[in-house]
C-alpha cells in the first residue's frame, strides 16, 4: 500500500487561478513536506508542517494538515506560467527514522 | 545559497559494469540520502547516512548497492554491476537535522542509462 497519495494526478488551470493538490497518507507522521519537480530535473523543497500544526504559508503557498483524516493540502494561490511542473508530498513516518516516503504526485500545468 | 550538487549529470554505462555517483552535501549538514526515480514513477528511498554509517535502508538497496563518505565533503553511491532496470535518476539530498525534524535538499540528479 502507498503511504503518500496525491490527487488529482493531472491539473490543469489558466494563469491567475488557484491550484490545490491534496495528499493523503495512512500512518501517523512526524512531519510532511511538500517538494516541486520541474520536468528531468531535481526536487526543490517548498515547505514542512509538522504533525502538531494545522496550517502554514510561505509566499502564494498555503499547506494545511488533518492529522485526523490523514490529509494535506497544498494551495497554490495566483499561478504563474512557471508554476507548471509536478509537486509530491514526502512523508516521514512518527517513531521512525529518517526514510521519506514520497507520493505519486500531481502533475499542475498552468496555461498562459 | 548552498547547494546539494551532484556529478556527472549523465552516466551511460554497459550493463555489469560498475559506477560511482557522486554527491556534495550542504557543507553544515548531517544527515545524507540517496533516492532514485525510475522514469514515470515515484521518487523512492535508497539509504540514508549519518555519522559515517548507514543508518537506514530500503529494500531496493541490496548488496550491489554502497555508500561511502571518502572525505570530509564527498557522498558516494556505488553500483557494483549494473543491471538494466538500475536506469533511473539518482538524487543524492542531505539535511541539517534528521528527518523527522528537518527538511531535505536535494541534487539536481544524475541520470544513469544502463546499456
Known amino acids: 500500500s502507498q503511504q503518500g497519495e496525491e490527487d488529482p494526478q493531472a491539473l490543469s488551470i489558466q494563469e491567475g487561478e488557484n491550484a490545490t493538490m491534496n495528499c493523503s497518507y495512512k500512518?501517523?507522521?512526524?512531519?510532511l513536506q511538500w517538494y516541486r519537480q520541474n520536468s528531468g530535473r531535481g526536487l526543490v523543497h517548498l515547505i514542512l508542517?509538522?504533525?502538531?500544526?494545522r496550517e502554514k504559508h510561505s509566499g502564494r503557498l498555503r499547506v494545511t494538515l488533518d492529522t485526523s483524516k490523514k490529509s494535506s493540502s497544498l494551495l497554490i494561490t495566483a499561478s504563474r506560467a512557471a508554476d507548471t511542473a509536478s509537486y509530491f508530498c514526502?512523508?516521514?513516518?512518527?517513531?521512525?527514522?529518517?526514510?521519506?516516503?514520497f507520493g505519486t504526485g500531481t502533475s499542475l500545468t498552468v496555461i498562459p | 545559497e548552498p547547494e546539494v550538487t551532484q556529478t556527472p549529470s549523465h552516466q551511460v554505462t554497459q550493463m555489469g559494469q560498475e559506477v560511482i555517483l557522486r554527491c556534495v552535501p550542504i557543507?553544515?549538514?548531517?544527515?545524507f540520502y540517496w533516492y532514485r526515480q525510475i522514469l514515470g514513477q515515484k521518487v523512492e528511498f535508497l539509504v540514508s547516512?549519518?555519522?559515517?554509517?548507514?543508518?537506514?535502508k530500503s529494500e531496493i538497496f541490496d548488496d550491489q548497492f554502497s555508500v561511502e563518505r571518502p572525505d570530509g565533503s564527498n557522498f558516494t553511491l556505488k553500483i557494483r554491476s549494473t543491471k538494466l532496470e538500475d536506469s533511473a535518476m539518482y538524487f543524492c539530498?542531505?539535511?541539517?537535522?534528521?528527518?523527522?525534524?528537518?527538511?531535505?535538499?536535494f541534487g539536481p540528479g544524475t541520470r544513469l542509462t544502463v546499456l
Open positions: 508542517i509538522r504533525s502538531n500544526e
Open positions: 500512518t501517523s507522521i512526524n512531519n
Open positions: 514526502a512523508t516521514v513516518l512518527e517513531n521512525t527514522g529518517n526514510q521519506f516516503y
Open positions: 539530498a542531505s539535511s541539517e537535522l534528521a528527518s523527522g525534524v528537518g527538511e531535505q535538499f
Open positions: 557543507s553544515n549538514h548531517l544527515y
Open positions: 547516512f549519518y555519522n559515517n554509517e548507514i543508518s537506514e
